[in-house]
């Protein structure tokens, strides 16, 4: 690459602000901007003002090389993008020819009367590169102004992205020349926390140059983030392999995947190759770990269902845990979350049941502090478990991390 060129994203929209939507573009961009060796910097949002578009854009002009503005080109009145550019840039907005011509097409198509505001979407800063959308009305536009490349990009993801695959990264290319490649993984971990891994690794972490080395702790576990730059994606790729191989050489039995794999698809990916069936009885979780189940394409195959016994009636009477275990134990309890597990898999046929039983909050509960949870998985012929745990956090924190303490024992045990 002949320069260093610095890269920000500006999203034009107050529904961003509120989120009422999520900013899902500057994410999608910035991938494919990196697989480009361009660095982004900097991701702005900015409401549907005049004034303060203006300022983003007069701010991002300062300090970066190239600045991609997603929204705001819409026919409406909120849809600023153009006007705030025009008081920075003082360039000129002339209509485009080809996307008046198809929104018109459009709208006789549809039998339906063109409002007047539409036309503003056919509008283009003059000496512009226009790029007509294919699936849409409002074009793509990619211009210099003051040393400075800006591109503009429709809102709707679909056109976004329909625009930068056609058009906008071949004009990077062009514009980079050499072209240095940067790539991203994401390896997944989990029955580990983030300082004992950091521990692990510490060495290697330290030494790190490229790939560089990021762990992360999320609310689904523990990851780290490798990222490569090379000429090449293949010579990336085989950067992050090397390094791959020197972390799952320390803890490798704790990883479970990369990317956008999760716990709950590798779950159901090994219940179905092992021909199993799974029945599930919640308490605390009030069933949460049946829902995070079955968000998996091919749930159906190996989820058979689950009894959710909030209280001691329904564990007795509908799950059938003894009176006699409920009296003495308790419901917070070793032998209880045994029963839950062994008497939701008998009653539902399935040949894995497991059981969440605890005290969520906000008071205790039989004597047991709040955190207090004990989860059981009954196997018939293999390994059945149940284990305490003692969580920290309000309740919803203590029934979320109740949920992925079960995906993770139960992927254990079935691998």
């Not at 004009?171 to 004992?196: C, D, P, R, W």
């Not at 704790?254 to 709950?264: F, M, Q, S």
């Not at 269902?305 to 309890?333: C, D, F, M, Q, W």
């Not at 008998?346 to 497991?354: D, E, Q, R, Y």
Request: charged share 20%; hydrophobic share 40%.
């Amino acid at each position: 690459m002949t320069k260093d060129l610095q890269a920000e994203i500006v999203a034009v929209g107050t529904e961003l602000l509120l989120g009422q939507i999520a900013n899902t573009n500057a994410q999608w961009l910035s991938q494919q901007l990196a697989n480009q060796g361009v660095n982004v910097y900097r991701h702005t949002t900015v409401g549907d003002n005049l004034q303060r578009v203006q300022e983003a854009f007069k701010q991002a002009h300062e300090r970066s090389d190239i600045v991609i503005v997603t929204g705001g080109l819409g026919p409406t009145e909120d849809d600023l993008t153009r006007e705030a550019f025009q008081q920075l840039s003082h360039i000129p907005l002339v209509q485009h020819r080809p996307s008046m011509d198809k929104i018109q097409a459009y709208f006789e198509k549809q039998q339906a009367v063109m409002t007047p505001n539409n036309p503003k979407q056919a509008r283009v800063f003059e000496g512009a590169t226009v790029w007509l959308n294919p699936v849409g009305m409002a074009p793509g536009m990619k211009l210099t102004y003051d040393n400075c490349t800006w591109i503009f990009l429709p809102g709707v993801p679909r056109e976004m992205k329909a625009l930068v695959r056609e058009y906008m990264i071949p004009a990077l290319q062009q514009l980079l020349g050499k072209k240095e490649m940067i790539k991203s993984i994401v390896l997944k971990f989990t029955g580990i926390g983030e300082s004992k891994l950091e521990h692990e690794l510490q060495d290697i972490i330290h030494e790190q140059t490229n790939p560089t080395i990021a762990p992360l702790a999320q609310e689904e576990g523990i990851v780290i983030r490798l990222t490569a730059k090379s000429d090449t994606l293949q010579q990336a790729d085989q950067l992050l392999e090397a390094t791959k191989a020197k972390i799952f050489s320390r803890v490798g039995n704790y990883a479970y995947g990369e990317d956008h794999e999760t716990l709950e698809g590798k779950v159901v990916g090994l219940l179905t190759e092992q021909e199993h069936t799974l029945a599930t009885a919640e308490s605390l979780t009030g069933g949460a770990f049946s829902e995070k189940i079955s968000t998996v394409s091919g749930a159906s195959s190996v989820l058979q269902g689950g009894i959710v016994s909030y209280t001691n009636r329904v564990k007795e009477h509908v799950l059938g845990v003894p009176k006699k275990v409920l009296e003495t134990k308790g419901a917070v309890s070793k032998e209880c979350a045994e029963e839950m597990a062994m008497q939701v898999a008998n009653k539902l046929s399935s040949s894995i049941g497991i059981a969440f039983t605890g005290v969520a909050g906000p008071m205790e509960m039989e004597g047991k502090q709040v955190g207090t949870v004990y989860i059981a998985i009954y196997n018939p012929t293999g390994v059945s478990l149940v284990e305490k745990f003692l969580f920290q956090g309000d309740r919803n924190s203590i029934r979320r991390r109740t949920v992925l303490k079960g995906l993770e024992l139960l992927y254990r045990t079935l691998k």
